[in-house]
């Protein structure tokens, strides 16, 4: 049987079958050079013409992003370590030891040090955390007999990052407990007390503390005022200073009626000061009974000496806000079960832009970092409420939100963010 090719098969030799001869003349050449011609035409346009995105769209190139330096913990590790923005250049900084916990620690203005709940002191060297202290042994824990177990309720830092601002719970007995803000030198030393108050936030441009005042002493103070479920409201915002008589900034009655609230309507205040210490975001919440959602919230801007320079209402869900590192905008972050997350910018006294996370649907919004530039903000979040432990439930990493473009980008990394400063990732090796 005759083998078969995909070539056509040789002729025997010689021809049986010669094929008639053909003569080349310019009528015969005329239609296959016009073809020719044409084909040669169109190649060169198609080469020349610049090439049209697919269907799908181009293929976005990966995100890069090395500006700054971003400090995350491991969780449940304690580990502390750097990476950049993008998660490149991650470097795990075991050689300092692990924190206690599982809050982020909060960074100074200055970018010097960074504390957290627990009374750890991180301070900071040019590629990073170089060693961890405790402030907690160095303030005396006489001053506020205090249980190191418990942790403070809050921490910042003071004047330009020389003193930590703690609220931490006194236990006068066992059936009186209230909070109170200590002011301790991160240098080390022994703490000030402050007085009894519900909230507490350092003054970045003294060594003092702004706090929420409550209605009375005697109100904030009970047996489960400290970790109880009810929490006595406030009647004032107050500049306090070791050995000075406090000075009220503005009150809850002014507050609620620039709001418009009813005058008998219990609120809490939390007071949060631009990096300069010359703004106040003022977050005014209705105290409602233990268990349930505040119904009504919203921020109020004012000036130092009090001046109210705008308000706006929030969300229900909103959670944490941070000034910008220029004070003229305040960045939120909304998160709940089943509803997709987002971020909100707030230029003072103008409008809201909110930019939506693609695929985030997390439970709780527990970061919110500007980028030293301010062109940027890093979210991180609780994921889910099914992990089996605390660390299960986060965000495995963090995601950079570019205020220019809008665009979105998940970074997977080993921890959270807790500080985004200057410098970059390759100088931290």
Known sequence: MAEVSGRRPLRPFPALDPEPPRRLTWRSLRW???ACGLAAVVAAALLAWPSSPSASG???????DRDGLVVFEQQPSGMLGTAAPDGSHLVTLRQIGALQGTDLPVAAADGRHLVDLEGELVTMGPAGPTSVSDLTDSAG???TNQA????????SFADGGRYVVATACKLASL????WVADLIPAAGGKGRMLGTVTNAVGDPQSAAAIVSGPVSSSAASSQGECYGRETAPDKAIELREPGRVARTIVTAAELKGVLGWPSATPVLLNADPDPRGSTLALRVVVDTPPGQQAPRQAVVVISRGGRILAHMPLPATTSISQWSPDGER???CRASPGTPSSVSVWSVGQGVRTIALPGRRDVWCNQLLWSPDGSQLIYA??????GLTEAD?????WTVIDLRSGRVHDVTAPGQPAAWLPGTAEESR
């Not at 059936?175 to 209230?178: I, K, T």
């Not at 979040?381 to 099914?386: K, L, S, V």
């Open 58 to 64: 181009p293929a976005r190139a990966p995100f890069a």
């Open 330 to 332: 305040i960045a939120f």
């Open 148 to 155: 190191s177990s418990l942790g403070w309720a809050d921490v």
């Open 141 to 143: 824990q006489d001053a």
């Open 381 to 386: 979040a609780d994921a889910t409420e099914r």
């Open 393 to 397: 439930k986060l965000q495995h990493g």
């Open 175 to 178: 059936a009186s407990q209230s």
């Open 32 to 34: 296959p050079a016009i």
